[in-house]
């Protein structure tokens, strides 16, 4: 019996891990679906618009029916902090995302994606939300891991080397090689302007992830708090959408790639995991659930090789070997101070316990 109830903690433990890697596995399949409907003609604006209310009306039912015991209340300014948080993290975030794509490449984007560990390491650092020792092994760990998973992720995007020929995949096709072209001849000033956009649409969704945790302490019904933002972004990007897109026909769906794409991004990936990610942040913190975003590169390119015959390289092997070294090493970093903060907490509710003993004895 103890065995099995220990199996049981031990599994329970492994949640969050798990939890990670099945949203990096729901993003890669976000940047497959989104990249073919985009690339079908379908406006990004309203792309957000659809992905939002498809999350909005998966989550509210189960929000309304599981969570309806929950008296949590929602003060004004409690739902003022919502709204700013869900145009700043999911908003700006998405708009700027796609709006970024255009003027850069879809491989830019996501390499400059594996820039949300540090670039939340560094915010929660600043606002004294994750703590750093570099006097001690374990923060020494969390800052070099850091800086590992960030230079594999570019590295395994922009160093390619030789070919791997035992995996049998076949060159990039010439309508890759001309794309590849084409962003190589357009002007400097494009690619400058989608970089900065492309670090706001980054540097916002890390703001999210960090207030999450704050949100949560105040509003612990999370599957209302995350149906509550996704409605909320929704009408947010329903107001850019028809400012910036005045065609009526970009608002057409039809039973195609649009629909299957909205309808992925929407009830799996904004509803499903957006839920999943608050629940981690509460449980390990924004810098852990961040670490895991690196991930969603390597799949990506990983299920592209088999679909499409895309040529893996001896450069991305490198990045992915920096990678996974930078992620465990955070991870062990913070596991680490877990264990000593645990430890330490442990030994002085006993310090107390004991000087309450003393007392009442005497």
Known sequence: ?????????????????????FIQFVYAGMALFSKAAIAKGMNPYVFVVYRQAFASLALAPFAFFLESQDTAPLSYNLL??????????????????YVAINYTSATFAA?????????????????????????RLHGM???????????????????????????????????????????????????????????????AWCLWLILQGPIIKQYQAKLRLTTLQCFISCVQ????AFALERDPSAWKLGWDVHLLSVAYCGIVVSGITYWMQVWVIEKKGPVFTAMFTPLALVITAVI?????????????????????????????????EDRESETNKQRQETKEDFTLKCITHH
């Open 304 to 336: 592209s090789a088999f679909l499409w015959k895309e040529s893996l390289y001896w450069g991305s092997i490198g990045g992915v070997i920096l990678l996974v070294g930078g992620l465990y090493s955070v991870l062990w970093g913070k596991n680490k």
């Open 1 to 21: 019996m103890k065995s099995f109830l220990g199996n049981v903690v031990v599994m329970g433990s492994q949640n969050p891990y798990i939890a990670m890697l």
């Open 141 to 203: 760990a969390k800052v070099l891991g850091s800086v590992l998973g960030v230079s594999g992720a570019l590295v395994f995007a922009f160093v390619k080397g030789p070919p791997i020929k035992f995996l049998h995949c076949h060159p990039p096709t010439d309508k890759s090689q001309n794309s590849n072209s084409s962003i190589q001849h357009s002007s400097r000033g494009n690619w400058i302007k989608g970089s900065l956009i492309m670090l706001s649409a980054n540097t």
């Open 237 to 240: 990007s329903a107001f850019l």
């Open 80 to 97: 003022c902090k919502i709204f700013l948080i869900s145009l700043c993290g999911i908003t700006l975030s998405l708009n700027l995302y």
């Open 111 to 135: 390499a400059t994606t594996n820039t949300i560990p540090a670039i939340t390491f560094i915010m929660a650092a600043l606002l004294r939300m994750e703590s750093v020792t570099i006097k």
